[in-house]
């Protein structure tokens, strides 16, 4: 009999075309081979060859085929155990729990004992179980349980391509590409035709941002299997969403932006679970934003945008642009730090070091804004703003105000003189503009006296008297500059 001449050193070969079996038998380094061992065709009507050529093929994982071959056994003796217990370990591995079952249970009908049986029924009970779960776990979108209930099921299950398929698809959802690619190929290279297995790999690709091949394969599914409904609906999206993005793009192009923004709002729509198409998405929105001068909705759109991929470096820039724009350097020093980290480019780098002196910049006083100037008014300009300036906060117009008042002002004008002092000097000005301390060139800033300024800017130490007095029909605190 078969299972009395296998053994360790043998090997069984199918052919078939010829159904014809080979036993490789490998003595003393040498390979002997039988022929037509166990033919069918040699007793037709034997349960017993049936049964040993359907052990012979199970060797060979070609289960299916001997499913065929341990039904056809067993229709000839229903009283042949082994038959239907190799019946079962078919059903069980192609993934039929139930069918596995019955004919474990037919086996311990027909030997209570069995312990094989035994354990093939709870190995059939718990693949029924764990398929349950998975079923559960898809419909409320819990992908990793379903990944670990197919998982525990191939164990037993380990030919059954709808656990698989089922697997991949969810390693898919959860963004693992590789991995359902690699189980999704597996299929394909024992089953060409197998519509699920392609609809996975153009699921993978959809995911990754490659629409055109994922569609491909989305047609080519559904070729095979024309009422894969899954299939179906993720080619019309990726088409939907491709249209959308690229009308969107040429809006942004043909500088039409609140086309272009409605046309990215209206593709976000589409698909929520294709993360990385979205990231792209809420950063071209987000493009568009701060061409519109909506600042804030731009960084909404960037930080949604590393939220779905935290890799998306573009993202990060165009967030890190729009804190420069509102002057909010901290928060672009850490974006450009994480740029920086994750590519080391000169450009990056560049980005990062003028983040982090402009952050240094905002630190000090701000002469510019003190003086009421725009960082490139004119020589002229900046005299006009601090005659302005240091009239508005003179100490001697505010003589009459409140303790607390008189030395606000005094703080006001003491600062005007500090930033004309600075921005009067086109080399101090060019150092103050590049981050330089300019305590360190010319001592404590704060020891320098206002008057002095002032005087100097009007002429009150060469002889040309100058005043503040009330205006009594203006009420207190109305003052007017007089030129003697």
């Given at each position: 009999?078969?299972?009395?001449?296998?053994c360790?050193?043998?090997?069984?070969i199918?052919?078939?075309?010829n159904k014809k079996l080979?036993?490789?038998?490998?003595?003393n380094?040498?390979?002997?081979?039988?022929?037509?061992v166990?033919?069918?065709?040699?007793?037709?009507?034997?349960a017993?060859?049936?049964?040993?050529?359907?052990a012979?093929?199970?060797m060979?994982?070609?289960?299916?085929?001997?499913?065929?071959?341990?039904?056809q056994?067993?229709?000839?003796?229903?009283?042949?155990?082994?038959?239907?217990?190799?019946?079962?370990k078919?059903?069980?591995?192609?993934?039929?729990a139930?069918?596995?079952?019955?004919?474990?249970h037919?086996?311990?009908?027909?030997?209570?004992d069995?312990?094989?049986a035994?354990?093939?029924?709870?190995?059939?009970?718990?693949?029924?179980?764990?398929?349950?779960?998975?079923?559960?776990?898809?419909?409320?979108?819990?992908?990793?349980?379903?990944v670990?209930?197919?998982?525990?099921?191939?164990?037993?299950?380990?030919?059954?391509?709808?656990?698989?398929?089922?697997?991949?698809?969810?390693?898919?959802?959860l963004?693992?590409?590789?991995?359902?690619?690699?189980?999704?190929?597996?299929?394909?290279r024992?089953?060409?035709?197998?519509?699920d297995?392609?609809?996975?790999?153009?699921?993978?690709?959809?995911?990754?941002?490659?629409?055109?091949?994922?569609?491909?394969?989305?047609?080519?599914?559904?070729r095979?299997?024309?009422d894969?409904e899954?299939?179906r609906?993720a080619?019309?999206?990726?088409?939907?969403?491709?249209?959308?993005?690229?009308?969107g793009?040429q809006?942004?192009?043909?500088?039409?932006?609140?086309?272009?923004?409605?046309?990215?709002?209206?593709?976000?729509?589409?698909?929520p679970?294709?993360?990385?198409?979205?990231?792209?998405?809420?950063?071209?929105?987000g493009?568009v934003?701060?061409?519109?001068?909506?600042?804030?909705?731009?960084?909404?759109?960037c930080t949604?945008?590393?939220?779905?991929?935290?890799?998306?470096?573009?993202a990060?820039?165009?967030?890190?642009?729009?804190?420069?724009?509102?002057?909010?350097?901290?928060?672009?020093v850490?974006?450009?730090?994480?740029?920086?980290?994750?590519?080391k480019?000169?450009?990056?780098?560049?980005?990062?070091?003028?983040?982090?002196?402009?952050?240094?910049?905002?630190?000090?006083?701000?002469?510019?804004?003190?003086?009421?100037?725009d960082?490139?008014?004119?020589?002229?300009?900046?005299?006009?703003?601090?005659?302005?300036?240091?009239?508005?906060h003179?100490?001697?117009r505010?003589?009459?105000?409140?303790?607390?008042?008189?030395k606000?002002?005094?703080?006001?004008?003491k600062?005007?003189?500090?930033?004309?002092t600075?921005?009067?000097d086109?080399?101090?000005?060019?150092?103050?503009?590049?981050?330089?301390?300019?305590?360190?060139d010319?001592?404590?800033?704060?020891?320098?006296?206002?008057?002095?300024?002032?005087?100097?800017?009007?002429?009150g130490?060469?002889?040309?008297?100058?005043?503040?007095?009330?205006?009594?029909?203006?009420?207190p605190?109305?003052?007017?500059?007089q030129?003697?």
């Open positions: 009999m078969f299972a009395s001449c296998m360790d050193n043998t090997t069984p199918y052919d078939r075309i080979y036993i490789k038998i490998k003595k380094s040498d390979f002997i081979y039988f022929s037509n166990f033919s069918t065709d040699m007793c037709p009507k034997n017993s060859y049936y049964g040993n050529r359907a012979t093929l199970m060979l994982s070609r289960h299916r085929e001997a499913l065929e071959d341990s039904q056994a067993v229709r000839l003796d229903d009283t042949f155990m082994k038959g239907h217990l190799r019946e079962g078919c059903h069980l591995s192609l993934g039929n139930m069918a596995a079952s019955r004919c474990f037919r086996v311990l009908e027909l030997e209570p069995n312990s094989q035994q354990q093939e029924v709870k190995n059939a009970d718990s693949v029924l179980e764990y398929e349950k779960m998975a079923e559960i776990g898809f419909e409320k979108h819990d992908f990793r349980m379903v670990f209930c197919m998982d525990r099921a191939l164990e037993s299950a380990s030919a059954c391509h709808r656990f698989k398929v089922l697997k991949a698809e969810c390693l898919a959802m963004g693992r590409y590789p991995e359902a690619q690699s189980v999704a190929s597996d299929i394909l024992m089953d060409a035709t197998n519509g297995a392609l609809y996975v790999r153009g699921l993978c690709l959809y995911y990754e941002d490659c629409i055109d091949k994922a569609v491909q394969f989305f047609v080519q599914a559904l095979m299997a024309p894969h899954k299939a609906l080619c019309r999206n990726a088409k939907a969403l491709k249209a959308k993005k690229e009308d793009n809006a942004f192009k043909d500088g039409n932006y609140d086309a272009a923004y409605e046309l990215y709002s209206e593709a976000l729509t589409i698909d679970n294709n993360i990385k198409t979205n990231a792209k998405l809420f950063c071209n929105r493009t934003g701060s061409k519109l001068k909506k600042i804030d909705q731009a960084i909404e759109d949604k945008a590393v939220k779905l991929d935290e890799t998306y470096i573009k990060y820039l165009r967030r890190a642009q729009c804190y420069m724009d509102k002057e909010e350097y901290d928060e672009a850490r974006d450009y730090e994480k740029v920086y980290q994750t590519e480019t000169k450009e990056h780098k560049h980005l990062l070091k003028n983040a982090q002196l402009e952050l240094k910049k905002s630190k000090r006083k701000d002469y510019y804004k003190v003086l009421g100037v960082k490139n008014a004119t020589e002229d300009e900046i005299k006009k703003a601090y005659r302005k300036r240091a009239l508005m003179h100490p001697d505010h003589s009459s105000a409140s303790a607390e008042i008189q606000e002002e005094e703080k006001k004008f600062e005007v003189g500090e930033a004309f600075v921005l009067s086109p080399k101090k000005k060019s150092r103050y503009d590049s981050g330089h301390d300019l305590e360190d010319t001592g404590n800033m704060g020891d320098f006296d206002a008057n002095n300024i002032f005087k100097a800017f009007f002429g130490g060469g002889g040309q008297g100058y005043s503040f007095e009330a205006n009594q029909s203006s009420g605190g109305n003052f007017f500059f030129f003697g």
